[in-house]
């Protein structure tokens, strides 16, 4: 831009741009790395800058509630570990690492490629179905939920609280007063029923990860009452939400996509490399704050101590700068021998996601035995999006599954 030029403007978030953002993100990243958002953040816009920011532990994630939801009431709005720095951040994630292991992870494959055999049976059987209902909410509701410990009697009452809590996490201003609301009653109810599954957990363990959670706090590792509650609820809606949403922008890619499923079948290893292709083409997750410790320069621009940021992983995931054909959806991409950049779907650095794991293995066992089974995809109706801007997903996908 000349220095005479006026600032783009930003309005990939706009409710006419919601079914596809990329273009108007497009239009400010080309302009700009960097931009005013207008509210106290300054927009990350690209690949490098992005990548940059989220690697470093002296831009902090602990701010995030605060900037998001100034007026809203703690005790509502649990915080856990995810906006947290060292020391605590490190001790917590720590402490939780060693009941969600990846040898747990591994050993859920044959449970989720039962799950997913029944969910192929059944749409493979109906003339047409909802995909986000019929496959993308519950695989990883029921994963989660039975890694947990919740009975399958309440997972109902998850699924039932869980997209308020979702919406809930993007800035209060763009809530009306029922989402708020929605949200804060949400947050209540999910407090009170972790402390009581909890405190039967103690009384009675079992081979659950609150139990496993409620064995570290007997052992006096610090783990309090309140970091488990915040540290459960964290883990059901943030191990559920967001895999969701990548689940159904997989579908609706391949959908539109019918070669790349073909090569899926032809080549069942790219199942794995897929999925990282969905979570960089169409992200789960499209942004996250930071906040400057001290003074800290990034891309040649220096952001002095308190500077808050926001970071575009949308935008960053389909920069030119670090990606061929960005805006093409290539399961080949991140193939063994490529050297693809990582995307920024799980984020980088220590607010890595720790359910990356476990998004991906649901992620690949699907894909596999979707391209084993199923021949075309085939739009239904209109997709429908849900308004959210952090956790970016859809609410309806009516599709034909042909075997």
């Keep these: 831009m000349s220095a005479t030029a006026s600032p783009p403007v930003f309005d990939a978030f706009a409710p006419e741009h919601r079914a596809d953002p990329y273009p108007r993100y497009a239009i400010v990243r ?14 990350v816009t690209r690949h490098a800058e992005c990548s940059a920011v989220l690697s470093e532990t002296l831009w902090s994630h602990r701010d995030e509630a605060e900037l998001f939801h100034p007026d809203a009431d703690r005790t509502d709005l649990p915080t856990s ?23 747990r992870v591994v050993e859920l494959r044959p449970r989720i490629l039962e799950l997913v055999t029944g969910m192929l049976d059944a749409v493979l059987a109906a003339d047409e179905v909802e995909a986000i209902e019929a496959i993308a909410y519950p695989l990883p509701l029921i ?16 699924h ?18 029922e989402e708020r609301r929605a949200r804060d009653e949400g947050s209540r109810e999910l407090i009170a029923y972790f402390r009581a599954l909890i405190a039967e957990r103690l009384r009675d363990p079992r081979s659950d990860l609150v139990s496993a959670l409620g064995a570290v706090h007997e052992r006096g590792d610090t783990l309090t009452e309140h970091e488990m509650l915040t540290t459960c609820i964290t883990l059901l809606i943030a191990g559920h939400e967001t895999t969701v949403n ?21 080549r069942p290893e790219l199942a794995g490399p897929a999925v990282d292709e969905i979570l960089r083409y169409d992200s789960p997750v499209h942004m996250t704050t930071r906040t400057a410790r001290e003074d800290l320069v990034v891309g040649g621009r220096t952001f002095r101590e308190g500077d808050n940021v ?11 700068r670090a990606y061929d054909r960005p805006d093409e959806f290539d399961v080949t991409r991140y193939a063994s021998g490529t050297a693809t950049p ?27 035995e979707l391209a084993r089974r199923v021949r075309t995809l085939e739009q239904a109706g209109d997709p429908v999006y849900r ?13 034909r599954f042909t075997a």
């Excluded at 080309?30 to 953040?41: H, I, K, N, Q």
């Excluded at 039975?146 to 997972?155: H, K, R, S």
């Excluded at 990548?246 to 032809?266: C, H, I, S, T």
Aim: charged residues 20%; aromatic residues 6%; glycine residues 12%.
């Design 310 to 320: 926001c970071v575009l992983v949308g935008s960053a995931n389909r920069d030119p």
């Design 143 to 158: 994963v989660i939920c039975e890694l947990l410990g919740v009975p399958d009697a309440d997972q109902a009452m998850v």
């Design 342 to 368: 990582r995307h920024l779907g799980f984020a980088l650095g220590i607010h890595y996601c720790m359910g990356a794991a476990l998004a991906r293995l649901e992620g690949e066992v699907l894909l596999a």
């Design 387 to 399: 308004p959210n801007l952090l956790i970016r997903g859809l609410r309806e996908l009516p599709l």
């Design 246 to 266: 990548m689940v159904g922008n997989g579908l609706l890619a391949l959908m539109r996509n019918p070669g790349q499923l073909a090569l899926l079948r032809e």
């Design 160 to 177: 039932r609280l869980g997209p308020g809590l979702a919406r809930g996490f993007d800035p209060d201003p763009v809530l009306s007063p």
């Design 30 to 43: 080309e302009a700009v790395p960097f931009l005013d958002s207008g509210f106290g953040v300054e927009f």
């Design 81 to 103: 570990f995810l906006w947290m720095d060292p020391p605590d951040h490190t001790r917590l994630r720590g402490l939780v690492s060693k009941a969600f292991t990846p040898k």
